[in-house]
């Protein structure tokens, strides 16, 4: 329905319906957007966020009957039990919001100015996610390098999530690509002429995001479907004109830009509000993206002694133990990534540690995650491509050797790209 039609016709009932449930629940999932990006109301979200999860554990108990603890914080994860009894209760508010408004308001011939600003809160949302994700790969630390422990790991241990994963974060070109597709969708949401075409590049964009989470069982399947969803919202007022142009090889008449006010002094102010707005939002978008991509992404310091160590030799109280495949004790590599540590046993189990190294004093504290006493305080010493470590362990003294091998002694790695191929290199 284009905004020309709804100035002359009066809306279906059908129509009625669906705009106000559509804008009750899109309100019930993005507030407290824009207000969030206030410094003085930050709590709001909080607060909104503690409403929904006490709704939400209610719903749990009294109507589906779980009875076990469900988990507060998915961890990154967006698919919990939660969040999607948490879509569950915005679906039943959003008809209930609807009912009562449909009783109160059936009179109404239609939405056409509330449709309109609706609208312009389902672009800015959209357009600031789109800029603070796409940010976040034009300054590559959503996908960042691949770890060393991805590059032993055997293939088909593999998550489908880490499988994706690493595909985007071996191509750091591949991350900003996709990265600079969704600002440019972004920065086109912005602005009332470049709509049209923003909407069309952020559907596109979500929906090959959505299919990959999908595909690979990552789980950000709900809010990259509502991100979808709303660039669809978006691109309502402009369906006749798209079938016409793309379906039907009729013209596509231009839409007219209908200033939110006729009052000259309101529309100069608004523009200059909303400059400030999204110079303040992308600057700061863009602060923590690149405040991530120095601490965590591609620009993150080495540590100094990043690589992934092979034991030749392992030498408890004086005795060599042989690399058998059933001894539990032997280590097999040690693995110093960027921000984490661990041992791979002969079995192949990994123990996560933490790290600390002094490189004045050649000391190495390796201390596990899960056991805080169980530490490994260690000398070392590097000639060339060996290294040699030192130290006690349980009362117990160590000396292993190790050669050292970096991410660009794998093929995965070394290969690179080549504009010419004579045959597949696919291996």
């Known amino acids: 329905m284009t905004t020309n039609q709804l100035n002359v016709i009066e809306w279906h009932p059908a129509e009625k319906i669906l705009f106000r449930f559509v804008l009750c629940y899109s309100l019930f999932f993005l507030f407290p957007f824009p207000l969030h990006y206030i410094p003085f109301v930050k709590h709001l979200s909080q607060w909104v966020?503690?409403?929904?999860?006490?709704?939400?554990?209610w719903t749990a108990e009294h109507v589906f009957h779980i009875t076990e603890e469900?988990?507060?914080?998915?961890?990154?994860?967006?698919?919990?039990?939660?969040?999607?009894i948490m879509v569950f209760n915005r679906l039943i508010l959003s008809v209930l919001a609807t009912l009562i408004w449909s009783v109160f308001?059936?009179?109404?011939?239609?939405?056409?100015?509330?449709?309109?600003?609706?609208?312009?809160?389902?672009?800015?949302?959209?357009?600031?996610?789109?800029?603070?994700?796409?940010?976040?790969?034009?300054?590559?630390?959503q996908f960042s390098n691949l770890s060393l422990f991805d590059l032993i790991r055997p293939y088909g241990d593999s998550s489908p999530m880490g499988l994706m994963w690493n595909f985007m974060g071996y191509s750091g070109t591949y991350t900003?690509?996709?990265?600079?597709?969704?600002?440019?969708?972004?920065?086109?949401?912005?602005?009332?002429?470049?709509?049209?075409?923003?909407?069309i590049i952020s559907f596109g964009v979500m929906l090959?995001?959505?299919?990959?989470?999908?595909?690979?069982d990552i789980p950000v399947k709900i809010y990259s479907f509502h991100i979808m969803f709303s660039s669809v919202v978006i691109l309502t007022p402009h369906l006749k004109s798209l079938v016409n142009f793309f379906i039907l090889n009729k013209t596509a008449h231009p839409q007219k830009i209908i200033p939110y006010t006729l009052r000259k002094k309101l529309n100069i102010a608004g523009y200059i509000f909303k400059g400030i707005f999204i110079i303040y939002v992308v600057s700061l978008s863009s602060s923590r993206a690149y405040s991530a991509y120095t601490k965590w992404g591609r620009k993150a310091p080495l540590p100094p002694l990043y690589g992934i160590y092979?034991?030749?030799?392992?030498?408890?109280?004086?005795?060599?133990?042989?690399?058998?495949?059933?001894?539990?004790i032997r280590w097999k590599k040690l693995v110093i990534d960027k921000h984490n540590a661990g041992i791979v046993k002969m079995d192949d189990k990994v123990m996560g540690l933490k790290k600390e190294t002094d490189t004045l004093k050649h000391k190495l504290t390796l201390t596990s995650y899960k056991d805080?006493?169980?530490?490994?305080?260690?000398?070392?010493?590097?000639?060339?491509?060996?290294?040699?470590?030192?130290?006690?362990?349980?009362?117990?003294?160590?000396?292993?050797?190790?050669?050292?091998?970096?991410?660009e002694d794998f093929l995965l790695i070394n290969r690179g790209f080549h504009w010419i191929n004579e045959f597949p290199f696919n291996r």
């Open 176 to 199: 900003i690509f996709s990265g600079v597709a969704e600002v440019i969708a972004g920065i086109l949401l912005l602005f009332r002429p470049t709509v049209k075409l923003g909407a």
């Open 70 to 84: 469900l988990p507060l914080s998915g961890r990154g994860s967006g698919d919990t039990t939660l969040s999607y």
């Open 310 to 328: 092979n034991v030749q030799n392992f030498i408890i109280n004086g005795d060599t133990i042989p690399p058998l495949m059933t001894d539990t």
């Open 49 to 57: 966020s503690q409403f929904w999860q006490w709704l939400s554990l």
């Open 372 to 407: 805080s006493t169980l530490t490994y305080d260690l000398s070392y010493s590097v000639k060339d491509s060996m290294f040699y470590a030192n130290g006690i362990h349980k009362k117990d003294t160590l000396q292993i050797e190790f050669k050292r091998t970096l991410p």
């Open 208 to 216: 090959n995001v959505f299919m990959m989470n999908m595909s690979y």
């Open 105 to 141: 308001d059936r009179k109404r011939a239609d939405y056409r100015i509330l449709f309109r600003y609706l609208i312009l809160f389902l672009r800015y949302s959209t357009a600031f996610t789109l800029l603070s994700y796409g940010l976040y790969k034009v300054m590559p630390s």
